[in-house]
């Protein structure tokens, strides 16, 4: 029953070390977005695929990149992971976009924790 | 540029009360979205509604309700008879039209405490 999958829910690396987060959906959704969620604040858009295009948000830091192979499954890589960005990673999957905005489903996200 | 505004940071009030939750946003475009989302404890964002901005009727979901009015940018949603667990961290969030899929702009919630 499963629709926005994450894995691992939690995720351990060590300062430096390069880490990879999943997403898949079972929506068949056209779009798929990575939010970054530091503790009580909210969510803040990293980038989105819109299909193989990639939309990166303009404060992105660079040490944060993005893999889409398929319409399943997304990634989100973090090349040097510093202190500052252990938080919360929420994939979120639309059916499409243009003027209609649609709903976005969650997944649990992942927490990660750098050491 | 596009901002949401949730003033309540944390709201506690004791079960079978009723709740509102306040959002003001602001945005330049005349088409956009407003949302908002349930955060449990567990951390997935749950989606609750969705209202466009030519669509002012407000709307009732069970024990709840949105109140939307442009003139004051404001969507505020309201819990009747709350429960234990209504309790959660909610979000108020906007996208707008003319931007197609670039996400969402979420405020900075409100935890939301009910007590038995």
């Known amino acids: 029953d499963a629709m926005v999958i994450q894995n691992p829910r939690y995720q351990v690396t060590q300062f430096g070390k390069p880490v990879t987060l999943s997403c898949s959906q079972t929506l068949n959704h056209n779009v798929m977005y990575w939010y970054q969620q530091k503790s009580s604040q909210a969510p803040k858009l990293l980038f989105h695929y819109y299909d193989k295009d990639f939309n990166n948000e303009a404060d992105t830091p660079d040490n944060f990149q993005s893999r889409r192979p398929n319409t399943s499954f997304c990634f989100l890589d973090i090349r040097s992971p510093g202190l500052g960005d252990a938080a919360m990673y929420l994939c979120?999957?639309?059916?499409?976009?243009?003027?209609?905005?649609?709903?976005?489903?969650f997944g649990p996200g992942t927490r990660l924790t750098v050491l | 540029a596009q901002k949401v505004t949730q003033a309540q940071t944390e709201i506690s009030v004791v079960e079978k009360e009723d709740v509102t939750l306040d959002c003001v946003y602001e945005?330049?475009?005349?088409?956009?979205?407003l949302f908002w989302y349930k955060q449990p404890p567990s951390g997935e964002l749950v989606f609750l509604i969705r209202?466009?901005?030519?669509?002012?009727q407000n709307e009732i979901s069970g024990r709840y309700s949105w109140n939307f009015q442009k003139s004051t940018s404001s969507f505020n949603f309201t819990i009747t008879a709350s429960q234990v667990v209504d309790s959660a961290v909610y979000f108020c969030a906007l996208s707008e039209g003319g931007r197609g899929a670039d996400g969402l702009t979420f405020g900075k919630g409100t935890h939301l405490i009910i007590q038995p």
């Open positions: 979120a999957t639309s059916r499409d976009r243009g003027r209609a905005a649609n709903e976005q489903f």
């Open positions: 209202r466009n901005s030519f669509d002012e």
């Open positions: 945005t330049r475009d005349t088409t956009y979205y």
